[in-house]
């Protein structure tokens, strides 16, 4: 990695990997099959993606989350804090190169899974000015950096909580032809990541898939800390993704 300590990706990973928790596999009963979260009923596709991608023109339908995290965890402080300006710089940036060894090693492993792409895209967050955080994970690894682009910027009728549209952002530069992955910290409704997704195609854009870094899981809803119990119990495994 390009800062901090002089350490391994190896060394980096094992940092992040205790508080990382595998994700239902598509082949789940229990996983819905665009967000990897929990079903909430029948259908194969939870009622949370169910409305998003409803809402825009060009969903997507390929959503990679790398681990499951929940409140006040620790996966859950990191993933809040490594953006956070209240947040010391030396603790804020061995987050973020935690997070970058572990994206990196992910797609080292399993971009396969996912599809060839010329460029990463984040998500750009409708709370915090430009540029996302998750931008500075990315060029913080040698072997992500020269893939990023940034040509989404949101617009003055912006995603919201479970609200996604074609209108949330808009481009800044020309994405046709290009195959792009997108990238997000958290997965929770998927309004922005379907927004944004919608966008890109409808510019042009072939967005091969997304890889969110933690598919959030609320405990206390349905049949969720069931769910959870049975995934906690298993040990993370770099080996395995949730469409591999």
């Not at 929990?38 to 023109?57: H, M, N, W």
């Not at 049949?223 to 949730?242: A, I, K, P, T, V």
């Amino acid at each position: 990695m390009t800062t901090g300590p002089k350490k391994t990706l190896g060394e980096w990973i094992a940092e992040i990997e205790p508080h990382m928790v595998p994700v239902a596999h598509e082949s789940s009963e229990i996983a819905c099959s665009i967000c990897h979260g929990f079903r909430d009923g029948p259908q194969a596709v939870c009622s949370s993606c169910r409305l998003t991608i409803g809402q825009v023109t060009r969903p997507l339908e390929k959503v990679v989350p790398i681990t499951t995290t929940t409140r006040y965890t620790q996966m859950y402080h990191i993933l809040r804090n490594y953006k956070s300006e209240y947040t010391a710089d030396s603790e804020r940036r061995l987050m973020q190169v935690r997070m970058s060894a572990a994206l990196t090693h992910f797609l080292r492993r399993h971009g396969a899974c996912i599809g060839a792409w010329d460029h990463l895209v984040v998500v750009p967050s409708t709370r915090r000015e430009p540029p996302h955080a998750m931008e500075r994970v990315i060029t913080r690894s040698p072997r992500l950096n020269d893939s990023l682009r940034s040509p989404l910027e949101v617009t003055g009728t912006p995603p919201g909580k479970r609200q996604a549209r074609d209108t949330g952002y808009r481009t800044t530069s020309p994405v046709q032809s290009d195959r792009i992955l997108l990238i997000d910290d958290t997965f929770t409704s998927g309004a922005s990541l379907q927004s944004a997704a919608s966008r890109l195609a409808l510019d042009g854009a072939e967005v091969v898939g997304a890889v969110v870094f933690g598919r959030f899981v609320n405990r206390e809803w349905g049949d969720n800390q069931q769910h959870l119990e049975g995934l906690e119990e298993e040990d993370f495994d770099w080996s395995r993704c949730c469409i591999h």
